[in-house]
T-cell receptor, first 111, second 114 residues
Framework: EDQVTQSPEALRLQEGESSSLNCSYT??????LFWYRQDPGKGPEFLFT???AGEEKEKERLKATLTKKESFLHITAPKPEDSATYLC????????????FGQGTELSVKP | NAGVTQTPKFRILKIGQSMTLQCTQD?????MYWYRQDPGMGLKLIYY???????DKGEVPNGYNVSRSTTEDFPLRLELAAPSQTSVYFC?????????????FGPGTRLTVT
């Protein structure tokens, strides 16, 4: 059964304190791993897609990496505006166009 | 492009009432999805569609119905609303192309059933 688990559930950082969010997955035939950002009261906003182990993508203070079992979202020198819930999702070849989402990590960055 | 739009933004229903949540996308995407999100939980797939006239059940379809008569629209129907259907509902769409399935989401409809 395809599964996605994110940790921690919540993370509180001081401004400038770098850290990482984890997404562990079990899937038969990874088609892609997706990271989204969700602000309170809004829909998820697409950040990155990773397709194969060893791949990395960056956007501003965010860097996503992928291994065969997990993905990390590294946040370097975060700012208060990075506060949001970060969702991870996987697509597999036996799920067609569907994604399986993790429960999310709620990030809070204090000034 | 407006992207994915949803109406209404908020709604309160009484138990047993029915309603339709509207979803429209203007990106010519062929795949469309309906999710519900409960507090502290991830997104659960209710129904999805791979094109006009084609729909299929997701993980939590009970109590809901969908139709897809056009590429742009994918309404979600709630019949006989129950308190368990209190949730935030998101519509999403994607252009199916090999190897890439990032989905784009609407702003959500917050539904309360009392």
């Amino acid at each position: 059964e395809d599964q996605v688990t994110q940790s921690p559930e919540a993370l509180r950082l001081q401004e400038g304190e770098s850290s990482s969010l984890n997404c562990s997955y079990t899937v038969s035939g990874l088609r892609g791993l997706f990271w989204y950002r969700q602000d309170p009261g809004k829909g998820p906003e697409f950040l990155f897609t990773l397709y194969s182990a060893g791949e990395e993508k960056e956007k501003e203070r965010l860097k996503a990496t992928l291994t065969k079992k997990e993905s990390f979202l590294h946040i370097t020198a975060p700012k208060p505006e990075d506060s949001a819930t970060y969702l991870c999702a996987v697509g597999s070849y036996n799920q067609g166009g569907k994604l399986i989402f993790g429960q999310g990590t709620e990030l809070s960055v204090k000034p | 492009n407006a992207g994915v739009t949803q109406t209404p933004k908020f709604r309160i229903l009484k138990i047993g009432q029915s309603m339709t949540l509207q979803c429209t996308q203007d990106m010519n995407h062929n795949y469309m999805y309906w999710y519900r999100q409960d507090p502290g939980m991830g997104l659960k797939l209710i129904y999805y569609s791979v094109g006009a006239g084609i729909t299929d059940k997701g993980e939590v379809p009970n109590g809901y119905n969908v139709s897809r008569s056009t590429t742009e629209d994918f309404p979600l129907r709630l019949e006989l609303a129950a308190p368990s259907q209190t949730s935030v509902y998101f519509c999403a769409s994607t252009k199916s192309r090999q190897g890439t399935y990032e989905q784009y989401f609407g702003p959500g409809t917050r539904l309360t059933v009392t």
